[in-house]
């Protein structure tokens, strides 16, 4: 008896260990891990990190630039030799004798030298561009995001519709062995055919290699769930039924405004329009003059690095104005403001497409609850016509064909059914991710 109850003691403990193990992974649950652990919404947050930081190398130009040289010359070039004695103040009157010839000299001379620009007309459409390229790598994480949610999503219901259809493939099987003991004790009975027997099992054989590719489906639909939210791929769970959750509201003028504000489609193109701005201004900046101030302070020595023989400073302001660059600040003028009007209709075909796209989902949305309600029709009248053909085989008033035909078209309406429910929760979400606020409603 203590045998008895210490095995029943570790059966119950292995059950425990095992459901505690498959834990209940929610929607909301799977969309918030994607967000954290997807691989391609980290890369797209390094990228936008990497573009934040072209701002600061584009403020970087308004600073001064400071540089600290030290070189080592050797020459017997006449000016060169006769310039290394005068910057390290050695030059006497009995230097002239040989100056035509003079013999191999060398000149330690280290520099620290300063410049500053004070009006350069390209650095701000500069900027503007860093500015711009880093808001739409911003915009491409929002939309890596956003994209692998509605991916997460849509591979949730995958599972979901993966477990349904293991379970409609469960009463299939469970149906089509009942099937085929009637038909076995009707033989036994002298009252049946052995046809009918050898068509019962076929049939429960079809349908039980149909419930071992619906098992297969659900293992494979668990694991690229898994590697899209960051679980590992053995990881072991369960997921929640089907749901419509989803209070989609219905289409109005403001829903269509307010997707055209959120899309980050639009934001993308929006900012594509603006960067072109900057592009032309970069190429009217061709046209202008740069002013910069400069200095510097040297020191030359004869015989050591960093030594002082005699030091000197400079210190200056230059205007530099391109006369001439054979026509290329037309050019770049020119494509950038071809560059601008491509931009503008590319903003134009996004906002046509964005109120397509919206408008559409609501049809499919419509389309797919009018199709929910159809298809469980259906299987209430396969159910029913099931029901009364089992009778009247039971009383030899039908053939095995007739509900074998029937029982598989009850499967097949089980099975649509499970691909329309899965249809309609994905109509829903499809709705929220046309109006790019999939992530929001999804995580509420």
């Known amino acids: ?104 000299r060398h000149d330690f001379k280290t520099i620290l030298s300063i410049q500053q620009p004070l009006y350069a007309p390209a650095l701000s459409p500069m900027k503007e561009l860093a500015v711009m390229d880093a808001q739409k790598a911003a915009l491409g994480l929002e939309a890596a995001r956003e994209g692998v949610a509605f991916q997460t999503f849509y591979t949730y219901l995958e599972v979901q519709k993966a477990d349904a259809q293991l379970k409609a493939a469960d009463k299939a099987i469970a149906d089509a062995r009942e099937n085929m003991r009637l038909a076995t004790v009707r033989t036994s009975a002298g009252v049946g055919l052995r046809s009918d027997e050898l068509r019962s099992r076929t049939h429960l054989s079809s349908v039980e290699q149909q419930h071992i590719s619906a098992q297969n489906n659900l293992v494979l639909a668990k694991m690229k769930l898994a590697m899209l939210i960051g679980l590992p791929e053995d990881n072991a769970y369960e997921i929640t039924g089907f749901s419509d959750t989803l209070a989609v509201p219905p289409i109005s003028e403001q829903v269509v405004n307010n997707a055209l504000e959120t899309r980050i489609e639009i934001k993308q193109s929006h900012a594509d329009l603006e960067k072109s701005d900057a592009a032309l201004k970069l190429a009217w900046s061709g046209y202008m003059p740069t002013v910069g101030a400069f200095a510097s302070y040297q020191l030359n020595a004869e015989d050591a690095p960093f030594a002082a023989d005699n030091d000197a400073w400079t210190a200056g302001v230059s205007l530099k104005w391109s006369i001439f660059d054979g026509f290329r600040s037309n050019s770049e003028r020119r494509q950038a403001l071809s560059g601008q009007s491509a931009a503008r209709e590319m903003l134009e075909s996004t906002t046509k497409d964005v109120r397509y796209q919206l408008k559409e989902s609501y049809v499919r949305r419509d389309e797919a609850a009018k199709r929910l309600e159809v298809t469980r029709h259906a299987v209430a009248d396969a159910e029913e016509t099931v029901r009364l053909l089992t009778r009247r085989y039971e009383n030899s008033l039908s053939t095995m064909v007739e509900l074998l035909d029937a029982q598989t078209a009850l499967n097949q309406t089980r099975a649509n059914l499970v691909e329309t429910e899965a249809g309609y929760a994905l109509s829903g979400g499809r709705v929220y991710y046309m109006t790019g606020t999939f992530v929001k409603e999804i995580l509420k």
Request: glycine share 2%; proline share 4%.
């Open 1 to 104: 008896m203590s045998r008895i109850i210490i095995s029943c003691a570790v059966l119950l403990l292995i059950a425990a260990t095992s459901y505690a193990d498959a834990a209940t992974l929610t929607l909301k649950d799977a969309v918030a891990m994607a967000l954290e652990n997807n691989n391609k919404i980290k890369a797209a947050a390094f990228n936008s990190h990497a573009a934040s930081q072209g701002i600061d190398s584009a403020n970087s130009r308004y600073l001064p630039a400071i540089a600290f040289e030290e070189t080592l010359v050797a020459s017997n070039s006449p000016i060169n030799a006769f310039m290394m004695k005068l910057d390290e103040g050695r030059f006497a009157m009995s230097d002239f004798g040989s100056i035509n010839n003079p013999p191999t």
